[in-house]
């Protein structure tokens, strides 16, 4: 039977022909097949590479998702566990293919196959159980975090599929799995956040924290209301920088985006007054905060940066503790939400 890294070689064999069946939207440009994304959208962010040293590798600009064409059928197909993935890549290799008409059209000829970007992130998200007394709870803990399981949209997996990129070995991990959804409240995607089982913080592994399903506009969000305004909310990249500002601010709406991209598209909502945006300090943090912040103005909404002391905010409230994080806080928020979200 063949590993995962000898069906990606496979796969990458006929990198075209994978990607004229799983990504029929797209069309051939160059050495590159161009496609909306993995829910094979119309578009042009996401690309593979169909020749060269990469042939066979993928990436998408919008939401950094990457990987080989194992992934992508994985991604594609909405699956979740190996075997699953594993059958469907066998069943495409042992089926008759149609040669690729000439020239680079838009498809095959075969009708293209709308997958919904959600589907696995929802399937992954119904295999998850409620966080409190997890490890995941645990780990959120020795973050500063204590009332992480209050938030409905952080989940547990106790044994959540990971892969590695670059060796194609797989393995499972228990994970903390965030939900993203829509400005609805919708499901659209899920974060992951690998691991140890001994309880050693993260998994040892290359890239611990990952993201899939539709991202872009949504987030993981935490104390907003079902249905009405939000006059008043916080926004920002990391999940453990808004849980530290959401463990001394509880009363205020708040989003991650998990990106600096993903931060700069994020759609606001209805009837928002104030936007406080969590800075990280980094170039892509600022770009973020910058497009945000103009979005905001457009809208007639006032955007305010907070900013940490230290690194990040999770630093500032293990580092700083709660007492002096607030201060520190207190000082950037406007003098009638410093009443209303800080304790006195």
Not at 95 to 102: I, L, V
Not at 160 to 175: F, K, N
Not at 246 to 260: D, I, K, R
Request: proline residues 6%; aromatic residues 6%.
């Amino acid at each position: 039977m063949l590993s995962a890294s000898e069906l990606a070689d496979r796969l990458a064999r006929d990198a075209e022909a994978v990607c004229r069946h799983y990504l029929s939207a797209g069309r051939r440009a160059g050495n590159y097949w161009i496609v909306g994304d993995v829910a094979n959208s119309k578009g042009k962010s996401l690309y593979v590479h169909l020749s060269g040293p990469r042939k066979g590798r993928w990436a998408d600009a919008a939401t950094a998702q990457f990987g080989d064409l194992l992934d992508l059928v994985r991604e594609t197909s909405g699956l979740v566990d190996f075997r699953d993935v594993a059958d469907e890549a066998r069943r495409f290799l042992n089926e008759p293919r149609p040669s690729p008409p000439s020239g680079d059209g838009d498809a095959c000829g075969t009708p293209s196959v709308e997958r919904p970007a959600a589907e696995r992130a929802r399937r992954l998200l119904r295999m998850t159980q409620p966080l409190a007394g997890t490890l995941a709870d645990d780990y959120l803990r020795q973050r500063g975090i204590l009332r992480a399981s209050l938030h409905p949209a952080l989940r547990f997996h106790t044994s959540c599929y990971y892969r590695d990129l670059v060796t194609g070995r797989t393995s499972s991990y228990p994970a903390l799995i965030a939900a993203v959804t829509d400005r609805f409240g919708a499901v659209t995607g899920v974060h992951r956040t690998w691991l140890d089982p001994e309880g050693e913080g993260k998994a040892k592994v290359d890239d611990p924290r990952r993201a899939l399903g539709g991202l872009l506009g949504n987030a993981v969000r935490f104390r907003f209301p079902a249905h009405g305004p939000v006059p008043v909310m916080a926004a920002g990249e990391g999940l453990e920088s808004i849980l530290s500002l959401s463990h001394v601010m509880p009363g205020m709406a708040m989003v991650s985006a998990l990106t600096a991209n993903h931060l700069a598209a994020f759609l606001l909502p209805a009837r928002c007054e104030r936007l406080y945006i969590a800075a990280d300090a980094d170039a892509a943090g600022r770009h973020g905060i910058e497009r945000l912040s103009r979005r905001a103005q457009a809208l007639g909404i006032l955007p305010l940066v907070l900013t940490p002391e230290l690194g990040d905010f999770n630093e500032d409230l293990r580092r700083l503790g709660p007492a002096r994080f607030t201060a520190q806080l207190r000082a950037q928020l406007a003098p009638k939400d410093s009443e209303a979200f800080l304790p006195a």
